[in-house]
Nanobody, 119 residues
């Protein structure tokens, strides 16, 4: 059973910083790309940032220059450093990963962590 567990969300004032973490566990052969998505109230889920095993990154235009995605040395963790946070960054943030659990690659999602930015 593969699981993604996020942590690090919370309440922060505008201009502040938060760091989200996500760890994959379970029967894992390999992990391909990992990433972060978010869903704001009343909106569809959107991509925030992704990172490949080779370290190539991709960011939504709205977070470029403020957010940084990275992976841990063990490659089963992914982080999202969020600086200069804005009220419009308020959302539930979800970790996502392409994981090979023995029967090919499948997409997995974490349970989500709430980020609230006050003005």
């Amino acid at each position: 059973q593969v699981q993604l567990v996020e942590s690090g969300g919370g309440l922060v004032q505008a201009g502040g910083s938060l760091r989200l973490s996500c760890a994959a566990s379970g029967s894992i052969f390999s992990i391909n790309a990992m990433g972060w998505y978010r869903r704001a109230p009343g909106k569809q889920r959107e991509l925030v940032a992704t990172i490949t095993t080779g370290g190539n990154t991709n960011y939504a235009d709205s977070v470029k220059g403020r957010f940084t995605i990275s992976r841990g040395n063990a490659k089963n963790t992914v982080y999202l450093q969020m600086n200069s946070l804005k009220p419009e960054d308020t959302a539930v943030y979800y970790c996502n990963a392409d994981i090979h659990g023995g029967l090919g690659y499948n997409e997995y999602w974490g349970q989500g962590t709430q980020v609230t930015v006050s003005s």
